[in-house]
């Protein structure tokens, strides 16, 4: 059985801390509620990844966010462990949305520091290409039509890469550099 890995907290720097990341943060959709966090933990408590490793504690993003530690929050790769399974949006009592912030700060890492996950990549590619995020098989659908499922609906793939070239996401995908998987332990 591997070793699990702890989490090692250092000491943080006063030129660490950048006092407008939070109101920066706050101002983007999803971040807005991110000075109502006041610690209480249940997020931490009751997340599923939190369970299984101590590298992810949405807990500590938080207060991370409120101290200004921009660049710790942007390097560390744990980020991408969240499964969005939006546990902690129903359970925090200020109503924080740490999935919402997640989604905040991957996206600022791919902007500033264009980089993601390669399966992140590899989904998007996917998603752009057939209009499915996964590659549905073949057995796949002939086993909805045995069951009497009605076909998968077509993408429309033309408005698909519409919106890819629209948004500038079609040459983000093409520039960003990728890491390989995320450590959990
Ligand atoms: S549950 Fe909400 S208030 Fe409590 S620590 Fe998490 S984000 Fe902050
Ligand atoms: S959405 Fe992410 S942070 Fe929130 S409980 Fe689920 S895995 Fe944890």
């Not at 919106?163 to 093409?174: A, P, R, W």
């Amino acid at each position: 059985m591997s070793e699990v890995k702890e989490y090692v907290p250092s000491v943080i720097k006063a030129d660490e801390m950048d006092p407008k990341f939070k109101y920066e943060i706050s101002k983007m959709p999803g971040a807005e509620k991110i000075m109502l966090c006041f610690q209480c933990g249940t997020c931490t408590a009751d997340c599923p990844i939190s369970r299984f490793s101590d590298l992810y504690k949405p807990r500590r993003i938080a207060h991370m966010i409120q101290l200004g530690l921009k660049d710790r929050l942007l390097s560390d790769e744990a980020l991408w462990l969240c499964s969005t399974c939006f546990t902690c949006i129903d359970h925090c009592p200020q109503g924080v949305e740490i999935a919402s912030l997640v989604r905040v700060l991957r996206n600022l890492v791919a902007k500033e520091k264009k980089v993601i996950p390669l399966v992140y990549k590899e989904l998007a590619t996917t998603l752009m290409k057939t209009g499915y995020v996964y590659v549905i098989p073949e057995s796949r659908r002939k086993k909805r039509a045995a069951q009497g499922l009605p076909p998968l609906p077509k993408p429309n793939l033309e408005h698909v890469a519409k919106i890819f070239d629209v948004t500038g996401f079609s040459k983000v995908l093409e520039d960003i550099k990728t890491f390989d998987k995320v450590k959990s332990e």
